[in-house]
């Protein structure tokens, strides 16, 4: 999964030099502002509500509970700092927020990122070993904590070339040809990697770690746990605690459902920007971006809307 979606993508001179032409729309603006802060607000109240009740409730922190946890602490980390970015830097159209936040920002969103894909696989193996395995072994809640750490620090390690590759500049508004060119003064935050093969690697990586493969060793997991599960007749199978359990695996089902079609939108158009960004349509860019990176974002409100803790 690339992070241009952190901020309004990689331009070159001459793409910026076309978009910044397009008269901005103030019912899209409009629109834009209160979609966000809608999703900010129950991404924010949503996943607080429940890593407090996590946290609270003793009785609760079992594994797939504390994994859980780990995901809403990533889907809050994304709305803190990485959307109100975004919306600002889209409706503006340069960058004013300093050079941490530039390098801060997309380093932050892709460590987000890796650590919800990360914690969705987590829960999918602890379920399959669970359904599966049931005499066999078991994680227990420490070895949760361990899996936890051991997410945000792979996932930091893979953003780390956001803090190298994102700069500031601003070429773009020296080369406009404007009789007095009032926007000499501004600058862009942007990727700048020593060739474009490097960066096409990274993001490709990208998409696979985070995105396709991830999701393939769920659904595997998912489908192996519903083949047995279909498989078992027996009355001491149809017992309140299997039903209770067919429904956190149907619960977790869908929250992974949920992750894969919100994220799906943004990775596509992310792939086609950085394969052949010349077909996306220079006015219509931002506003393509803004609704794939906005139901990429809805995904921070599915977690607390879904669960229903057990």
């Avoid at 079992?62 to 970015?85: E, W």
């Avoid at 080369?175 to 926007?183: I, R, V, W």
Wanted: proline share 5%.
């Amino acid at each position: 999964m690339t992070n241009n979606s952190s901020s309004p993508g990689v331009w070159e001179t001459s793409d910026w030099s076309e978009s910044g032409q397009c008269p901005p729309s103030v019912g899209g603006a409009t629109f834009l502002i209160v979609a966000y802060s809608t999703v900010i607000a129950v991404g924010l109240l949503g996943n607080v509500g429940l890593v407090f009740i996590i946290g609270r409730q003793k009785e609760l922190r079992n594994v797939t509970n504390i994994l859980i946890a780990n995901l809403s602490c990533s889907d809050i980390l994304m709305c803190v700092v990485c959307l109100p970015v975004t919306v600002i830097y889209t409706l503006m159209d340069r960058w004013v927020l300093g050079e941490a936040l530039c390098k801060v920002t997309p380093f932050v969103q892709c460590v987000s990122v890796t650590v919800s894909i990360f914690s969705l696989v987590l829960i999918a193996l602890e379920r399959h070993q669970l359904i599966l395995h049931p005499t066999g072994w078991s994680p227990a809640a420490g070895h949760s904590y361990l899996a936890v750490g051991l997410t945000w620090l792979v996932a930091c390690f893979i953003s780390l070339p956001f803090l190298s590759y994102n700069i500031l500049t601003d070429d773009p508004f020296q080369n406009l040809t404007l009789p007095a060119n009032p926007f000499r003064d501004h600058v862009i935050c942007m990727e700048k990697w020593p060739t474009d093969r490097h960066r096409l690697a990274y993001t490709t990586f990208l998409l696979l770690f985070q995105y396709c493969v991830p999701l393939l060793l769920v659904l595997l997991c998912y489908l192996r746990i519903f083949l047995r599960l279909r498989r078992r007749r027996d009355m001491v199978e149809r017992s309140r605690k299997a039903r209770g359990a067919q429904r956190i695996n149907a619960m977790l089902a869908v929250i992974v459902a949920a992750f894969a079609l919100c994220w799906l939108p943004l990775n596509v158009f992310n792939t086609i920007f950085d394969w052949h960004h010349q077909v996306l349509p220079a006015c219509q860019h931002d506003a393509l971006f803004s609704a794939c990176h906005l139901t990429a974002m809805a995904s921070t409100c599915v977690n607390p809307v879904v669960s229903g803790l057990d």
